[in-house]
């Protein structure tokens, strides 16, 4: 049957604290129970509008107890979730609906024009619910406070697989973006092999439930990059799904301030960023207001994406000593191919990283790179990968293949392997420069801009 996320929600919600926090966005606070009973009623409400099992509905949100509400209640009436970049224009965002076959939309009020514009094209989309601060809403759609608040709140009368999915657009860097398909099985034992990595994991439903109850303080994760980014969402769906909090911040953009000032009020232990553009202007607040925040309890930031310079990463343990910046070599296509890990006690080299314990090195023939031989090849990842890219066989097959008879995800991400058996991240090969004979990554000009002190940033 495999482990589904619908389930483990009606497992570990009645265990509970009845104060405790599930979500908190600025001043305001939704326990466990109450998101039990919202998410289970919007789930049934979704139902009886006429989603079924397997159904896509699509996330147009930014960061709020909404995303991930709407995310339990998908779970839990066997949705699949599809994420829509709020900075899309219009087309865009019809791309991604038309091609995911969205039968629902949930969308925030900001972006109720583009949904006005799109809906006469939308003939798939037969639901259409309005996250509005006011009640008032687009004609033809539901107020989703409306569908959380009606209903008994109680448990759907339902059976759910370890098969259901979670669709992950990726960011269109080569190409029009496809939809990842993960499996809730595959997610949960990526999270699973993380915690055995660190002692225990929970095997069996009991063990959860027994975690649940010898918990003595439950993770409380800040997403400081979109839930809509893979990063984002992953890390969320990780703390909510081990009992945890997820603290999110009102500001549109990103608000260094805002986002330190919520860290310190809500004894935050861990916060997710997307390299650089993320950690600089934070670094820089700090380095403005080296007093002003108790970040005390912060014990991780967490990294995954795009370049993260050791630089940078040493700045932000001057103010953070204990704790770990974590830089996670993944994408939307596989979790785990390799990960660093830098403390105030040492660092680690700028897009160096341990490889995972799943992973392979490829070259271009499908023979495996010997350490230390400077021969760059492929990162292949086996295990638990996603079910291929939705309604596009022919991509799935070339990311998605076998060597060996193992089957591997392989998005095109070239490195070489040190004579030590760590990475070096050269970047993707679809975008490799060639000039005068010579293979040049953008990556790796990025890095060599950014470590000038002048440069704030740089994009090639």
């Known amino acids: 049957m495999g482990w589904n996320f619908g389930d483990l929600l009606d497992l570990i919600g009645p265990e509970m604290p009845n104060d405790a926090p599930a979500f908190i966005h600025g001043d305001r606070v939704i326990t466990w129970p109450q998101t039990m009973a919202r998410s289970n009623n919007l789930a049934t409400a979704l139902i009886k509008n006429g989603a079924q ?3 896509k509905v699509a996330f147009y949100l930014r960061n709020g107890p909404e995303y991930m509400e709407t995310m339990a209640a998908s779970f839990k009436a066997r949705l699949t979730h599809v994420n829509i970049n709020y900075r899309y224009n219009a087309q865009e965002v019809y791309y991604i609906l038309d091609n995911a076959d969205a039968q629902t939309i949930v969308y925030s009020s900001d972006f109720r024009d583009i949904i006005a514009e799109l809906k006469p094209q939308l ?10 601060p ?3 809403v687009l004609d033809g759609s539901f107020a989703y406070e409306t569908l959380c608040n009606e209903g008994d709140g109680k448990p759907l009368a339902i059976k759910r697989e370890g098969t259901d999915q979670l669709f992950i657009y990726t960011g269109g860097t080569t ?3 496809k939809g990842v398909m993960w499996s809730h099985n595959a ?11 660190l002692g225990a994991a929970p095997e069996t439903e009991d063990q959860v439930k027994l975690m649940m109850g010898m918990m003595e303080e439950r993770p409380c994760i800040l997403p400081a990059c979109p839930l809509m980014h893979g990063t984002g969402l992953l890390t969320a769906l990780g703390a909510m799904i081990n009992g945890g909090c997820v603290v999110t911040t009102p500001a549109v953009g990103l608000d260094p301030q805002e986002l330190w000032q919520a860290a310190a009020k809500n004894n935050v232990l861990s916060m997710a960023i997307v390299g650089d553009a993320f950690a600089k202007p934070l670094l820089k607040e700090l380095d403005d207001n080296p007093e002003k925040y108790d970040l005390s309890k912060m014990m991780t930031i967490v990294s995954s994406g795009v370049m993260w310079s050791t630089e940078v990463k040493r700045g932000l343990l001057k103010h953070l000593p ?23 006690e040492g660092e680690i080299a700028t897009a160096r990283f341990a490889i995972g314990d799943k992973c392979k090195v490829f070259d271009e023939n499908n023979v495996e790179v010997e350490a230390g031989s400077g021969t760059p090849g492929f990162i292949a990842l086996t295990g638990n990968i996603p079910d291929g890219y939705y ?7 070339e990311t998605f293949r076998e060597v060996d008879g193992i089957r591997y995800s392989i998005p095109g991400d070239w490195c070489t392997v040190e004579p030590d058996g760590t990475l070096t991240l050269l970047g993707r090969g679809s975008v490799c420069i060639n000039t005068a004979g010579e293979k040049v990554y953008p990556e790796e000009v990025e890095e060599a801009l950014k470590t000038h002190a002048d440069v704030d940033d740089a994009l090639v």
Not at 187 to 197: G, H, P, S, T, Y
């Open 391 to 397: 309604k596009d066989p022919k991509k799935s097959a």
């Open 123 to 132: 003939t798939k989309t037969k639901t259409f619910v309005e996250v509005t």
């Open 53 to 55: 099992p397997g159904d």
């Open 134 to 136: 006011d009640g008032q």
């Open 322 to 344: 204990q704790a770990t910046m974590t830089d996670a070599f993944g994408s939307s296509e596989g979790l785990g191919f390799g990960s660093s890990q830098m403390t105030a």
């Open 187 to 197: 997610i949960r034992e990526v999270q699973l092999d993380a915690m055995r990595k």
């Open 175 to 177: 190409g029009m973006p």
